[in-house]
């Protein structure tokens, strides 16, 4: 099964490994994990999130080399009606959140597949919405 890994994890990984916690690295682990198993998927806002802000052109470009490796699942307008959806259905709840956060919600609630991230804001939109998160094997177990 796929995992739709967020920005957030991305990120981690993306860090240098010695200001990453026993927890980061846990979690950057069972990311390398998924890749090796080729169960990672990404969309395109994701990337451009990742790729955005980067000043150096020789850092952007690696990293859009490396992340070239990933096939983006296509977004279609069933996802960002979902998305939509999604968005005023949490806004009723009094749960606020992005519009990219919501269009993630709505490509894996609609490929029943997990989203992969530290971002809490994702455990109040499961309360709300057909989604579910990846919970890594090892959480809470470093791998080093």
Not at 65 to 80: G, S
Request: aromatic fraction near 10%; proline fraction near 3%.
């Amino acid at each position: 099964m796929k995992i739709l890994v967020d920005t957030s994890i991305w990120s981690l990984a993306l860090r240098r490994s010695g200001t990453l916690t026993e927890e980061d690295q846990s979690l950057v682990y069972e990311l390398n994990e998924l890749i090796g198993e080729v169960r990672v998927a990404i969309i395109g806002p994701i990337r451009q999130e990742l790729l955005s802000g980067i000043s150096r052109q020789e850092q952007f470009d690696a990293l859009k080399e490396k992340l070239l490796a990933f096939e983006d699942i296509q977004l279609t307008r069933e996802d960002y009606e979902r998305a939509a959806e999604f968005y005023n259905t949490c806004r009723k709840s009094g749960v606020q959140g992005s519009q990219i956060d919501f269009l993630i919600c709505a490509v894996a609630a609609g490929r029943e597949i997990p989203i992969f991230t530290t971002d809490n804001d994702f455990i109040l939109y499961a309360k709300y919405l057909a989604i579910s998160l990846h919970r890594p094997i090892n959480q809470g177990q470093s791998p080093y």
